[in-house]
Structures are given as structure tokens and as C-alpha cells.
């Protein structure tokens, strides 16, 4: 796979996609995480004098809606919000805009633009094709530029017009496609938890979070490669009613019990259930909090993972050399429910040597939240994208387009 140090851009114009999709309020950037993350390929390019053409898309646009509703996800999605800080972190380069995705503005801007210079195009998605890969925009994007890296990474797992139909379109032109920094980092690790070396075991896996169902492809993969898998979180409930245990009024996804059962069972005690719960009287409004065994008495919910299971947990983590972490293992948002994830975190700050990812976008702003960031060798940046990753043995289609 092509780098981005690899290419010759010196006067070329290179087309980046990046992963732009910040968090926005009322046009206020909340967190610039992405944008940092996509500066050293940004930089590297300007260093070595090629003029950057920067796409991404940020937020999420319906085209099933009425042409009002469409214009006002335009509105709250516009790129140009990102500009003067994007101008801030680049204080040495010329930072533009084009407020067209698309024609002459955009071929006009492109034109304009010289090397050490960067240009910031609007929303890919206020193109309807770019979702639907439309092969007519992708060749169009494609045409601007000559070369095309990419380091969108929490984009990967999706093949739209941008991050598939482009740098299709560019190799079947004989155009250069690489990956960038970002990209490069997150294959590496991720790559490290799929293709397992011995050295790497005992290798445990931790997993939590909501549903079942949005998890059994992850689950399914890492039993194949995990000596041990940890579950937590409310999907822990599924498994727990699968077999037979009392869960009263705890999530369930009844559609998902035969799987959690065959699972469990050809597992062969690899896959380890919470054996104690912090359980309140209902989700919203409880008035009476309190730590139960095995079952949850009828009328009660379970909130988080108990302290036994927590100690047990964390005596496996410790006798590991390789952790996987997806989902929180418990309600972390609410602080009485997030004592479950933060000694799961501890418990990895306290593993010497071992190497330690975690995955999943509310799993990565819970550590982030209770500061155990740099305990991890590696948290992604991608959410969806992570999982994907893990699921589909180091694939994605947006990465494997610049491999193949
Ligand atoms: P990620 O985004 O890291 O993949 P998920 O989206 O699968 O994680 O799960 C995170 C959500 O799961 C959080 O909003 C958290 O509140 C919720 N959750 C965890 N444990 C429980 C529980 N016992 N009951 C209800 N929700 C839970
Ligand atoms: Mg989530």
C-alpha cells in the first residue's frame, strides 16, 4: 500500500479526503480531534509543494426529505465553519474556501490554487450522489486533482463517491493513490488485533455497549481470535436471559437469545458474563440503587457491572499481553453507572508491556472523559470504522480501493 510519503507531489495538486465530521454547535466547533489528526498528511503534502484540495463531509444530509428540510441540514452541515480554524492549525499556509461541491466555481478555485496553498471544499455531501457513489461526481472529483490520498479513516468502512468512486476513478487514469498518516496508523494497530501473533496472547477481548445485534459480527471474528472475551454493558443481559438467568426489567433483545445461547456454548468458557450487576427500580427516574448477584430481581434493571465482576475482569486483563476494547460496561454517562468502565480503564493503565486498543465511538469518549486516553497504545479515531475493521478480518473498502 502506497503512503503518502511515497509520492512525488512537488506543483501537483492533490486531492485529500479527510475526516472533517467534527462535532458542531450553533456553527462552534466542540472538539477539533479530527482535524488534528489529519495534519501531518496535510502537512507533509504542502512541505514537499503540492496544493491541497481537502473534501469531507460532515454531518448527515436526507435526500428523502422535503427540499426545505434538505436546505436547512445544508445550512447546519456547511463547511464554512471550519475554515478559520482550519487557517489556525495551518498558520503558515494559505487557507481558502469554495462554497460549491461541484461545476465551475469549484474547477475556478482549483485553478487558483498554488502549491503550499490549501483549499477546503464544501460538504461532499451536499452532492446526492456521494452516498450513492455516482460515478458522473466521482469522476468529476476525480478530474481535478492529480493524485488522491487518502485519511479519512472513520469513512473508511463506507464505499461513497469520495472515499471509493474517486480513487477508482484516479487509478483507472493512471493517477497515484496513497493513504495518509492517519489511515497508516489505524491499519497498523487495528491489523495487530486481527492478525494475532503468538506473542500477543494471552489476548483478551472486552466488550460492551447497547445491542447484541449491532455487535455479532465483531463478536463472531473475535472469537475466532480471542483466548477470552469480557462482556459487559447492557448486551450482557441478552446473554445472561439466553442462560436462564433473571434479568427483570434490563434490556433484551429477545430476537437474539438463540444466538447468544449457541454462541456462549460453543465459546467453551471462553466468553466470561457479568456475575454480579448494579441494578436500580427503572431507567429514568429510579429512586433505589443497589449491587445484585447472579439474578436481577423482577422490577429491577441493571445499569452496570458489579463490583465482583469488575475484579474478576480486571484479574483477566492482567494476565494479558493484547486487549481489544469495544462498548462501555455500563450507563458511563450517568457517573453512578460509569464505575464499571472506569476500573475496566484502570485495570489497562495498570497492564505493563501489553498492547492495548480500543475501538467504538462512545467507547473512545468514555476513556477520554475519565482520562485514561494515553493508558491505551492505540484508540481509534473511528468508530463504525473500528469495528468494521475487526469484523471484516483488517478490510475496509475505502482503504482496500488504494491497496488493490
Ligand atoms: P460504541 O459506540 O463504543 O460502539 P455502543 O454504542 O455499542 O458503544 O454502546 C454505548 C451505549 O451503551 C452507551 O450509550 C451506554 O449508555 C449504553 N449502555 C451500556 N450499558 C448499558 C446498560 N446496562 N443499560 C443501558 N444502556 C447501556
Ligand atoms: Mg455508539
Given at each position: 500500500?502506497?503512503?503518502?510519503?511515497?509520492?512525488?507531489?512537488?506543483?501537483?495538486?492533490?486531492?485529500?479526503?479527510?475526516?472533517?465530521?467534527?462535532?458542531?454547535?450553533?456553527?462552534?466547533?466542540?472538539?477539533?480531534?479530527?482535524?488534528?489528526?489529519?495534519?501531518?498528511?496535510?502537512?507533509?503534502?504542502?512541505?514537499?509543494?503540492?496544493?491541497?484540495?481537502?473534501?469531507?463531509?460532515?454531518?448527515?444530509?436526507?435526500?428523502?426529505?422535503?427540499?426545505?428540510?434538505?436546505?436547512?441540514?445544508?445550512?447546519?452541515?456547511?463547511?464554512?465553519?471550519?475554515?478559520?480554524?482550519?487557517?489556525?492549525?495551518?498558520?503558515?499556509?494559505?487557507?481558502?474556501?469554495?462554497?460549491?461541491?461541484?461545476?465551475?466555481?469549484?474547477?475556478?478555485?482549483?485553478?487558483?490554487?498554488?502549491?503550499?496553498?490549501?483549499?477546503?471544499?464544501?460538504?461532499?455531501?451536499?452532492?446526492?450522489?456521494?452516498?450513492?457513489?455516482?460515478?458522473?461526481?466521482?469522476?468529476?472529483?476525480?478530474?481535478?486533482?492529480?493524485?488522491?490520498?487518502?485519511?479519512?479513516?472513520?469513512?473508511?468502512?463506507?464505499?461513497?463517491?469520495?472515499?471509493?468512486?474517486?480513487?477508482?476513478?484516479?487509478?483507472?487514469?493512471?493517477?497515484?493513490?496513497?493513504?495518509?498518516?492517519?489511515?497508516?496508523?489505524?491499519?497498523?494497530?487495528?491489523?495487530?488485533c486481527v492478525?494475532v501473533?503468538?506473542?500477543d496472547r494471552p489476548y483478551v477481548a472486552i466488550l460492551g455497549g447497547?445491542?447484541v445485534?449491532d455487535k455479532i459480527k465483531v463478536i463472531d471474528s473475535l472469537l475466532k481470535k480471542c483466548d477470552k472475551i469480557l462482556i459487559g454493558g447492557?448486551m450482557a443481559y441478552t446473554f445472561k436471559?439466553a442462560l436462564?438467568?433473571?434479568?427483570?426489567?434490563?434490556?433484551?433483545?429477545?430476537?437474539q437469545?438463540?444466538y447468544a445461547k449457541k454462541c456462549f456454548e460453543e465459546a467453551k468458557g471462553r466468553i466470561l458474563l457479568p456475575v454480579?450487576?448494579?441494578?436500580?427500580?427503572?431507567?429514568?427516574?429510579?429512586?433505589?440503587?443497589?449491587?445484585?448477584?447472579?439474578?436481577?430481581?423482577?422490577?429491577?434493571?441493571?445499569?452496570?457491572i458489579?463490583?465482583?465482576t469488575?475484579?474478576i475482569y480486571a484479574s483477566e486483563i492482567?494476565k494479558s499481553k493484547m486487549v481489544f476494547w469495544n462498548g462501555p460496561m455500563?450507563?458511563?454517562?450517568?457517573?453512578?453507572?460509569?464505575?464499571g468502565?472506569?476500573?475496566i480503564?484502570?485495570a489497562i493503565?495498570?497492564?505493563?508491556?501489553?498492547?492495548t486498543v480500543i475501538g467504538g465511538?462512545?467507547s473512545?469518549?468514555?476513556?477520554?472523559?475519565?482520562?485514561?486516553?494515553?493508558?491505551?497504545?492505540?484508540?481509534?479515531?473511528?468508530?463504525?470504522?473500528?469495528l468494521?475493521?475487526i469484523e471484516?478480518?483488517?478490510?475496509?473498502?475505502?482503504?482496500?480501493?488504494?491497496?488493490?
Amino acid at each position: 500500500m502506497k503512503l503518502v510519503s511515497d509520492l512525488d507531489v512537488k506543483g501537483k495538486k492533490v486531492l485529500v479526503r479527510v475526516d472533517f465530521n467534527v462535532p458542531l454547535k450553533d456553527g462552534v466547533i466542540r472538539d477539533d480531534n479530527r482535524m488534528v489528526q489529519a495534519l501531518p498528511t496535510i502537512k507533509e503534502l504542502l512541505d514537499k509543494g503540492a496544493a491541497v484540495i481537502l473534501m469531507s463531509h460532515l454531518g448527515k444530509i436526507s435526500y428523502k426529505k422535503t427540499p426545505e428540510e434538505i436546505e436547512e441540514a445544508k445550512k447546519k452541515n456547511n463547511m464554512v465553519f471550519l475554515v478559520n480554524h482550519l487557517q489556525e492549525l495551518l498558520p503558515k499556509n494559505d487557507v481558502s474556501f469554495c462554497p460549491d461541491t461541484r461545476g465551475e466555481k469549484l474547477a475556478y478555485f482549483v485553478d487558483m490554487l498554488k502549491p503550499g496553498e490549501v483549499l477546503l471544499v464544501q460538504n461532499t455531501r451536499y452532492e446526492k450522489g456521494e452516498e450513492k457513489n455516482d460515478s458522473v461526481l466521482s469522476q468529476e472529483w476525480a478530474s481535478i486533482a492529480d493524485a488522491f490520498v487518502m485519511d479519512a479513516f472513520g469513512s473508511a468502512h463506507r464505499a461513497h463517491a469520495s472515499t471509493y468512486g474517486v480513487p477508482e476513478a484516479m487509478k483507472a487514469e493512471g493517477k497515484p493513490v496513497a493513504v495518509g498518516f492517519l489511515v497508516e496508523k489505524e491499519v497498523e494497530n487495528l491489523t495487530r488485533c486481527v492478525e494475532v501473533k503468538p506473542e500477543d496472547r494471552p489476548y483478551v477481548a472486552i466488550l460492551g455497549g447497547f445491542k447484541v445485534s449491532d455487535k455479532i459480527k465483531v463478536i463472531d471474528s473475535l472469537l475466532k481470535k480471542c483466548d477470552k472475551i469480557l462482556i459487559g454493558g447492557a448486551m450482557a443481559y441478552t446473554f445472561k436471559k439466553a442462560l436462564g438467568y433473571t434479568v427483570g426489567t434490563s434490556p433484551v433483545e429477545s430476537d437474539q437469545l438463540d444466538y447468544a445461547k449457541k454462541c456462549f456454548e460453543e465459546a467453551k468458557g471462553r466468553i466470561l458474563l457479568p456475575v454480579d450487576s448494579v441494578v436500580t427500580n427503572g431507567f429514568e427516574g429510579w429512586t433505589e440503587k443497589k449491587v445484585v448477584g447472579q439474578d436481577i430481581p423482577e422490577g429491577y434493571e441493571g445499569m452496570d457491572i458489579g463490583p465482583e465482576t469488575a475484579k474478576i475482569y480486571a484479574s483477566e486483563i492482567a494476565k494479558s499481553k493484547m486487549v481489544f476494547w469495544n462498548g462501555p460496561m455500563g450507563v458511563f454517562e450517568q457517573s453512578d453507572f460509569a464505575v464499571g468502565t472506569i476500573e475496566i480503564c484502570k485495570a489497562i493503565a495498570e497492564l505493563k508491556g501489553a498492547f492495548t486498543v480500543i475501538g467504538g465511538g462512545d467507547s473512545a469518549a468514555a476513556v477520554a472523559q475519565f482520562g485514561y486516553k494515553d493508558e491505551f497504545s492505540h484508540v481509534s479515531t473511528g468508530g463504525g470504522a473500528s469495528l468494521e475493521m475487526i469484523e471484516n478480518d483488517g478490510h475496509l473498502p475505502g482503504i482496500d480501493i488504494i491497496r488493490g
